[in-house]
Every structure is written in C-alpha cells, then in structure tokens.
C-alpha cells in the first residue's frame, strides 16, 4: 500500500490535534490556579513526570496510533476507492471494452461501482444497435446501388448523370456505345475520350447548350412544374443528331434545389432521315395528286359547256383519261413504296427455338404437314424479321407438299461460321420447279412480304436448294437459309465491361469546385491517367518510336477498368528483334494501325483534366515531348511518378523496379509488358502508395510533388 | 358585264397561263379564251418571265412548281422590277401548306389558289382582280 505525503499528513494530524489540544487543556487549567497553588501543584508533579511521563506519553500513543488508523481507514473508504471508482468510469467512458470498475471499500461504492457498470452496458448495447443498424441500412443502399446500377446497364437509352459542374457521375453501357459512335478516336477504345466517371458531359454536348436547357428547366422548377425537363437536338461534330432530354436530380422534398441533372440520349441520325424521307415522300404524293385533280376537274368543268366543238370535248376527255391513268399508277407506286417501308422494319432478336416452333406451328397449320424440329440448337439467337421468314418457310414448305401429300418436312437450326443454317428438309426434291426464289409468296401472311428472296436479302442472307447425298434409299432436299446472328449484328455489343460498378461514382456529386489550384487538392479527391508505353528501343532522339499506349483511369479513389485506352501504333519503322521478345508485338501487328500523329490527338483527349502518373514516367514523356512540336499536342497536366513515389515511402528498398514495387505492396502482377497491363499494375501500386504517403504527411498533390523532387535529388546523389 | 364591257372598249386585256402541265393549260387556255382573254402560254418560269416582260399580260396565272424558275421565283423578279411591279399574280397551286401560301403572298401573289380549285370560282376570281385595277393601272404599254 503506498502512502503518499497527504495521507501521512492526515493520518498525523488525529495525534497532533489530540496533544495540542491536551496542553493547551493544561495550560488553561495552570492559568486559573493562584500562584501558590500553581506552585505547589508544580512541585507535587514535578516528581511525577519523571517517574509516570512515559505513561502519559504512552497513552497519548496510543491515542494518536488509533487516530492515524482511523484516518488511514476512512481515507481508503471514502477517498481511495472513489477516485478509484472514478479512474475506472473515465476509462469506460473512452473504451467500452475496458473492465467493469469495482466498488471497493463501502456498499455505497459498490452500490455506485454496479450502477456504473450498467449504464456501460447499456451503452454498450445501444452502440451495438446502433452499429447493426448503420450496417443494415449500408447495406440496403449498395444494394439499391446495384440495383440502380443493374436497371441502368439493361436500360436501352443511354443515360448520363451529371453533377452541376457537368461531371459525369454515372453511366451506362449505352452511353458508352453511343460515345464510341460519336468518337472520331481510331481504335477500339474510341469514344473513352468522351465519357468517363469524372468527365465533363460537355465534350459530348456543347456546354452552351446544356446550360440553356438548364435554363429553361429553372424556370420550369420556379413555375412548380412536378416533372420538370428540358428537351433539345443536337448536331455533334461527327455529324450525328441527338434527341436530349435533361431533367434534374433532386432529393424528395418539394423545393429541393437540384444536385445534378439525368440526361437521356437518344441517337436519331437515322430515325430522322427515315423521317425527313417520309415526309418528302407525303409531301410529293399530296402535291402530284393535288395537280392530277385540278386537271381533271378544270377539264370536267369544260365539258360543262354545252356549246362543245367535237374536237374540243375530245380534248378534255383525253385529260381526264391521262390523268385518272396517271393517279392510278401514282397510287400503285405508293403501294410499292409502303412494301419497301415494311422491309426497313428492323430485324428483331429472337431465340432460334422460338422461331422454329413459331415456323412448324404455322407450316402444320397451312399446309396440314407433320413437322419435325428435332435438330435444333438451342444456344442460338437469330437476328430476323420473323413474320417474313415464316411467310417464306410455309411458301417453301407448300411448294414440297404438291404431288406427295402429307409427307411431313423437317426443320433445323445449326451454327455455321458465325451465321446460322436453318434448313427445311424434305424427301424428294424434284418436285420443286425452277423459280421458286422468285415466285410470290402469296398466301395470307405472305402477301407483304415479296419473294424468298427478297426475305433473305432483307436479312443480309441467302437461301439455297441443296440435294443430301449420302443415305441413297431416300435422299431428301433441303432449302437452306443463311441466317445473321443476334451477336454481332447491326447493333454494336458494348465492349466487353468487367464489373458494373466502375459506371458510377455517387462520391463525385460532393466533388467541386474546380477553381482552386490543383496542388492545394488532397491526392484521393483528384483524377489521374495512369499509362504505359512500349517503344521500338530506349532512344528517342535517336529515332525509337512509340508502337504502344495503354491507360487506365483512377476517379476518387476508385480505379476504372473499364475506362480503359488500348492502342497499338504504326511506328513507321522496323521493329528491333530484341523488342519483340519483351513487348510481344510485331510488325505485322502495327501495320495498319494509326500513326503516332493520329493516335496522339486521341490520347491527349483521353487524359484531358487529370493528373498523369507513370512509372518511370520521365521515359515516356520524353517521347510524347518529342512529338509536341510535329503534332502540336501539349501534355502540361502535373505528373507523377510511381517510382519516385515509392522511393519516398521505401527509402531502403533494394529495388524500385515496377515488379518489386508491386511485389512489396501485394499488387498481383498479370498481363505485364503490354501497355496496358503495366498502366493496370502502376495504377494499383499508386492507389496502395496514397495511404502510405498520407502516413508521411503527404497529404496533397503539392506535397507530393515536393516530396517526389527532394527524393529525385536524394537519388541523384547517390 | 363589266368585263365584256371593257373588252368591247378597247383590246381585249392579256392574260398569261404559267404552267408546265399541258392538261391544266389546255382547260385554263379554253376557258380564257371563252371569256374573251387574249391568252399567252408559258411552259416555265425563264419563258414566263420573258413573257411578263415582253407582253405586259394584266393577269398571270402562275404555277409554283415549274422547271427553271419555280412560281415564287418568277413573282419575286416580276415584283422586284419596275416595269412589271404591278402586273397581277395569281397564283395556282398543288402546294397546300400554310407555308407556302405565305411565302407566295409574301413573293407578292395577289391572290393564291390551291389545286383542285372550281373554275368557276376561279374565273369569279380573275374577274374581281381585273375589276379592282382602274382603267388608270392598266399597263401603258399594253
């Protein structure tokens, strides 16, 4: 037990008081008496002190011995164990975790000990609670996230939501199709330049534009329209027509001002000349019979004279047979022309089985034919226009059954080089005359539909008459159809995208404010490029080209994989043997792909407003200087290195190779040595660099370019 | 009858039928004749104008869709000349949108008819234009 001073103090003071207060008992008592009585007491004690002080002292021991315990016990009751009690609470009070306290001395402390200990718990209950509820309701929202997400992939308009600014928060794989037809980039990755998470929308929409429909929809809101949008069109520089509809977004509450706006894009280059066609074609059918009428009822109304020379009123009865026969044939064509708009009606994707149920269904009910549909491959997807083609399959199916009713047919379905074969097969193909290709269709459904082939052609395919030769005891026929498939089709597939979430980043609508220099921006909130090339050597003053660029992008924090820049180049030059074993490309590879001064203008789009990191990124920017001055194209981003980075947070480390770099902060190396792949890698290596450069202090872009250049030099010293 | 009237007074007042459709012509022709027209035809619209500016009709049935020049065309540069300015248009039709009978009154047709019309109506018509130019606008030339 350890006694500090205070306590001693107290535990003294019972005895000092008890002494004190007996002398000056004493001394009070001595005061009262008359001098010789005073005296006499004195002489009478006087002996006495020499032979009983002990006694007395001894008593007075005792006395202070009790004090001092009584003091000691009093304090460790009421004064140790409540700051004891009181320590212990304080540590609860941070950790929720830490020990019950424990109420030692009186029940009164162990009474409070156990009510502390409760209202621990009970806090500790409701942070649990409380916990399990935040992560109840995360849950939800990522759900509602994805589901948002899975909604807006499957939509089949292309939608774009944009924070205030313009910067695009979300998209879908629509979109991304529409850019990459709106991009006048080469390659596969065209169109990446123009939509991305973190872009501006306004490099697909001019900027003037959009703040003009913004316009017009505030004073929609200020009119307290429910659903306020804004709709324009729009020519792009490709020469594509957009029908635009923007709305805003806003939270729930009525008067919400609006954080970002949803814009809906609708591609109607062809949809408006189809229409602008059609309407030409209403407007020359009215005015021709407008004509032909006048004429015939200017001539009746000549006839009306009575007083007619012969001649004459042959004259005007002529006009009136002219211009009947004339309508007539105006009227025939309008026909023709109305068959020819059926045709433009668009292929629709359609599962193989289906048709071919549909097709036997209507064989078996026209022709009265036993139709078997047993070889039919049910992965495939057809692109056609079903009502035509079973038009045609029950028109041939007809033309089998003259002369050998009832003899039942077969229909198959197989994939064949990327197409499909659908074949009606048939014993006998000798009753089929020469023609049927282009005989009408006829029939109920067939009417509208022309000729075999005029079906076929309208798919992009052909049909033919085909003999089976082996199986001599009864070799059958077959009509055979080349068929589209679903994939592949007119419709571009969006390139194949890894994972959804990349599309959206909600984080971005609390980005802003773009005005402040970008060194004073914290590295998580900014957007980089991060990219790679592979070149004919490791000269470029002595004539080596770039023969390949791939990038990637990082937005928030989050890197985007499917934002992705893939372009091999066409060095104009040999490629050195020694190259291709690291790089793996070939001439016969470039050949054909665009020239640095073609690909470059893509590029420089592409990482348009953000941050350039590389590793070793020195060596690629002195290619791309080398260009500045032929293709006029400027890189004057902020860069940042991936090696210099990481000789700031491992100063010691042997090597600050890309694989050892990646190696010590557990990046998984796959698909090195293309451009891509190593702008994939260095773009992970820089995400698990941030936090380790934030534990150094390194908080914004400023920070770590100083910290980059102070680690260039220390390098250089060496 | 006025008109009668004025043909037996002097001349009988020249009208100009501008269109590249013989079987309207024919009837047009037939009819102005009938009502004592002196009738020039024109095929196009170069030979229409030259016609206008050779003959000074009082009246042009004009059509608007014709090879050369199209009707509006023609009104526009009779208009933008002196010498014609106040020949009298009318012109005759297949275009029916609202458009285009602005934009032929705006070339400075004085009146606008759509195909089919009556030609009663339209000689109903003619003669009212005739009837509304004072014997002060009839052209000195003619």
């Given at each position: 037990m350890k006694l500090d001073r205070a306590r001693l103090l107290a535990m003294l003071a019972p005895g000092l008081a008890l002494a004190l207060w007996l002398l000056l008992g004493a001394a009070a008592f001595h005061a009262t008496l008359a001098p010789p009585v005073a005296a006499a007491l004195g002489a009478l004690l006087a002996p006495l002190a020499e032979s009983h002080g002990m006694l007395l002292v001894g008593w007075w021991l005792t006395a202070a011995a009790a004090g001092a315990w009584l003091v000691h016990r009093l304090a460790d009751v009421y004064v140790a164990a409540p700051a004891r009690l009181a320590e212990g609470a304080r540590v609860l009070v941070e950790d929720d975790g830490a020990p019950p306290v424990i109420g030692a001395g009186s029940s009164a402390n162990g009474a409070l000990a156990e009510a502390l200990n409760a209202l621990c718990a009970q806090r500790r209950t409701l942070k649990q609670d409380m916990a399990r509820l935040v992560e109840e309701a995360s849950r939800t929202v990522a759900q509602q996230r994805d589901q948002l997400g899975a909604l807006l992939a499957e939509l089949q308009q292309s939608v774009v939501v944009c924070n205030l600014e313009g910067r695009i928060l979300l998209y879908n794989a629509r979109a991304r199709a529409l850019c990459q037809r709106l991009s006048r980039a080469p390659g596969a990755t065209a169109g990446a330049e123009l939509i991305g998470l973190g872009r501006s929308i306004h490099g697909v929409i001019d900027a003037a534009l959009i703040s003009h429909a913004r316009e017009g929809l505030d004073r929609r809101i200020a009119r307290g329209e429910p659903t306020p949008a804004a709709r324009f069109v729009t020519h792009t520089p490709s020469g594509h027509l957009l029908k635009v509809s923007l709305a805003p977004v806003r939270s729930a509450q009525p008067d919400a001002p609006a954080t970002g706006f949803v814009l809906l894009l609708d591609d109607i280059t062809e949809d408006d000349e189809a229409e602008a066609h059609q309407s030409q074609r209403w407007l020359a059918l009215t005015e021709a019979g407008r004509s032909a009428l006048a004429n015939i009822q200017a001539a009746l109304d000549m006839l009306d004279?009575?007083?007619?020379e012969p001649p004459d009123r042959e004259r005007f009865h002529q006009v009136v047979r002219d211009e009947v026969a004339t309508l007539g044939d105006r009227l025939s064509a309008l026909a023709a022309d109305a068959a020819e708009t059926r045709t433009r009606w668009p292929l629709e994707e359609m599962h193989g089985v289906d048709l071919i149920a549909a097709a036997a269904h209507a064989i078996g009910a026209e022709t009265q034919q036993a139709v078997a549909t047993?070889?039919?491959?049910?992965a495939l997807w057809l692109r056609v226009d079903s009502f035509a083609l079973i038009a045609a399959l029950v028109f041939l199916a007809r033309l089998t059954a003259t002369g050998r009713p009832g003899g039942g047919v077969e229909l198959r379905l197989s994939r064949a080089d990327g197409r499909a074969h659908l074949d009606l097969l048939f014993a006998g193909g000798a009753v089929v005359s020469t023609g049927w290709q282009n005989a009408p269709l006829g029939g109920s459904a067939g009417a509208a539909c022309g000729t075999v082939r005029e079906v076929v052609e309208r798919h992009g395919g052909e049909v033919w008459l085909e003999h089976e030769r082996q199986g001599a005891a009864a070799p059958r026929a077959l009509f055979r159809f080349l068929l589209p498939l679903a994939?592949?089709?007119?419709?571009p597939a969006p390139i194949a995208l890894e994972s959804r979430p990349e599309f959206y980043d909600f984080d971005l609508f609390a980005?802003?404010?773009?005005?402040?220099?970008?060194?004073?921006?914290?590295l998580e909130s900014l957007a980089y490029t991060v990219f790679d090339s592979e070149t004919t050597g490791l000269d470029p003053a002595g004539g080596d080209e770039i023969i390949q660029i791939g990038a990637t992008r990082i937005v928030n924090g989050k890197l985007l994989r499917s934002e992705c820049f893939d372009q091999l180049v066409d060095p104009r030059r040999s490629i050195p043997e020694a190259g291709i074993a690291i790089h793996g490309i070939r001439p016969a590879m470039v050949r054909g792909q665009p020239t640095i001064a073609e690909a470059l203008p893509a590029f420089h789009a592409f990482v348009s407003d953000t941050v350039l990191v590389g590793h070793n990124v020195a060596f690629d920017l002195r290619f791309l200087k080398l260009k500045e001055e032929a293709t006029g194209i400027r890189f004057e981003q902020p860069v940042l290195d991936t090696l210099l980075l990481a000789s700031v947070t491992h100063p010691n480390a042997e090597s600050q190779s890309l694989d050892a770099i990646a190696a010590r902060l557990g990046v998984t190396v796959s698909g090195r040595h293309t451009a891509l792949g190593d702008a994939l890698v260095c773009a992970q290596v820089f995400l698990k660099l941030l936090p380790l450069l934030r534990q150094q202090g390194i908080h914004t872009l400023g920070d770590a370019r100083a910290a980059s250049e102070a680690s260039y030099y220390a390098r250089l010293r060496y | 009858m006025e008109l009668l009237r004025a043909t037996e007074a002097g001349p009988s007042p020249k009208v100009l039928i501008a269109d590249d459709e013989p079987n309207i012509v024919v009837s047009l022709e037939f009819m102005m004749k009938r009502e004592g027209f002196q009738v020039l035809v024109a095929r196009d619209g170069p030979q229409a104008l030259e016609t206008i500016r050779r003959e000074h009709p009082r009246l042009v049935l004009l059509d608007?869709?014709?090879?050369?020049?199209?009707g509006f065309d023609v009104c526009e540069a009779v208009r933008a000349d002196a010498g014609t300015r106040h020949t009298r248009i009318l012109m005759l039709t297949a275009k029916g949108r609202e458009t285009d009978m602005a934009r032929g009154v705006g070339a400075g047709a004085d009146a606008y008819v759509t195909k089919p019309f009556s030609t009663r109506e339209l000689m109903q018509k003619v003669k009212d234009m005739m009837a509304g130019d004072g014997p002060g606008r009839e052209d000195p030339a003619a």
């Open positions: 004279y009575p007083d007619l047993q070889a039919v491959d049910a994939a592949g089709g007119a419709e980005a802003g404010d773009g005005g402040h220099a970008q060194d004073a921006r914290t | 608007a869709t014709m090879p050369g020049m199209t």
